[in-house]
């Protein structure tokens, strides 16, 4: 990604994408629970899929969860 990032355009994408998918850290485990949630949706939508437009968000989730996971849960 070597071209310049236009945040005025970046603002008003991840305005609409936080309306309708909250997607942050996770803090709590109410959030861990709606984001496994999403991350099932997607997994069963997206499957194996590298074509569909989602699969690339199955792995943003799936960080967010592992970090969560790493941080939380005992060894």
Do not use: F, K
């Amino acid at each position: 990604m070597n071209a310049a990032i236009d945040l005025h355009r970046v603002v008003p994408a991840w305005q609409a994408l936080q309306s309708t998918l909250p997607l942050a850290h996770i803090e709590t485990e109410a959030d861990y629970a709606l984001t496994t949630a999403l991350l099932n949706t997607l997994l069963d939508t997206v499957r194996d899929d590298r074509e569909h437009p989602l699969y690339s968000l199955v792995s943003v989730v799936g960080d967010l969860i592992e970090a969560y996971e790493i941080d939380h849960e005992p060894l």
